[in-house]
């Protein structure tokens, strides 16, 4: 079992920058990814980026040259820097790691960026 917690979210006006956490329950080496993604209203839950376990990352062209995904293996979290935030960012943003063929998912964290 995985239980991942997000922190990090608040309100930033635009040009601003946030970096979140997604602080995981277990050795972050034995989950394969761990994904962000976000939620906005009435919109499709959309994937941000990914990190692996060997460290490789991808992140979604909609934030290309804006946030990185990196990872701290010591405290097993793994964090989204978000820069250059622009109004269509605001969502809630939510950590996903799959383990032992489940899904799990943290709360979310609220991103709100004023125009």
């Known amino acids: 079992q995985v239980q991942l917690v997000e922190s990090g979210g608040g309100l930033v006006q635009a040009g601003g920058s946030l970096r979140l956490s997604c602080a995981a329950s277990?050795?972050?080496?034995?989950?394969?990814?761990i994904d962000w993604y976000r939620q906005a209203p009435g919109k499709q839950r959309e994937l941000v980026a990914v990190i692996t376990s060997r460290g490789t990352s991808n992140v979604a062209d909609s934030v290309k040259g804006r946030f990185t995904i990196s990872r701290d293996n010591a405290k097993n979290t793994v964090y989204l820097q978000m820069n250059s935030l622009n109004p269509e960012d605001t969502a809630v943003y939510l950590c996903?790691?799959?383990?032992?063929?489940?899904?799990?998912w943290g709360q979310g964290t609220q991103v709100t960026v004023s125009s």
């Open positions: 277990r050795n972050i080496f034995s989950i394969n990814a």
């Open positions: 996903h790691a799959g383990f032992s063929g489940t899904d799990y």
